[in-house]
């Protein structure tokens, strides 16, 4: 069964520090592997896109990075600040025609001060 | 530069009603679709659409139609609401070729009571 799961499922942090979201898929065909941040009462946009080739991406005070052998991928947030307080999501786009997307439940997020 | 329009943004049914959430895209995207957000459960796909008068049942579409008379426009319409369609609703559009970054609207919270 095609799943996404993340964790943890709730984090709080203090301002300045950074944290490590967690992403592990159990999806095929993969095509490529999306993190979403969705700001409560908005709709989620996208951080970032892993590819099956690549390891680590950033955007930002945002890294990604993809272990395709074991299924994994990770959202790094650095430097945390007040507006990071969001829910993140982790997406995994099968390969094929119809596009199907397999959503994790997110993780989210507060940043304190 | 609008990207995706969802209106209206809150809206209250009684049980039985019917009504249409209106969603448009400027970017002439050809992949439209639609979600609701409840939770616990993530996003999970509704109906979706490839093009112009193509449309396609997601993993839960009792209860919901949807038309594609043209690129920009995905109406989604409750035939009868029930009080589980209480939830919140994205409509999400994207290209159908090379990137599948999907483009959200605000949200529609729905309550049906």
């Known amino acids: 069964k095609n799943q996404v799961e993340q964790s943890p499922q709730s984090l709080i942090i203090l301002e300045g520090k950074n944290c490590t979201l967690q992403c592990n898929y159990t999806v095929s065909p993969f095509s490529n592997l999306r993190w979403y941040k969705q700001d409560t009462g908005r709709g989620p946009v996208s951080l970032t896109i892993?590819?099956?080739s690549e390891n680590t991406k950033s955007n930002g005070r945002y890294t990604a990075t993809l272990d395709a052998d074991t299924k994994q991928s990770s959202l790094h947030i650095t430097a945390s600040q007040l507006s990071d307080s969001a829910s993140y999501i982790c997406?995994?786009?099968?390969?094929?025609?119809?596009?199907?997307?397999?959503w994790g439940l997110g993780t989210s997020l507060a940043v304190n001060p | 530069n609008a990207g995706v329009t969802q209106t209206p943004k809150f809206q209250v049914l009684k049980t039985g009603q019917s009504m249409t959430l209106q969603c448009a895209q400027d970017?002439?995207?050809?992949?439209m679709s639609w979600y609701r957000q409840d939770p616990g459960m993530g996003l999970r796909l509704i109906h979706y659409?490839?093009?112009?008068?193509?449309?396609d049942q997601g993993e839960v579409p009792n209860g919901y139609n949807v038309s594609r008379s043209t690129t920009e426009d995905f109406p989604l319409r409750l035939l009868s609401a029930a009080p589980s369609q209480t939830s919140v609703y994205f409509c999400a559009s994207s290209y159908l070729t090379g990137s599948t970054e999907a483009f959200f609207g605000q949200g529609t919270r729905l309550t049906v009571v």
């Open positions: 997406v995994v786009t099968l390969a094929g025609n119809n596009r199907k997307l397999i």
């Open positions: 970017m002439n995207h050809e992949y």
């Open positions: 659409s490839v093009g112009a008068g193509i449309t």
């Open positions: 892993m590819t099956f």
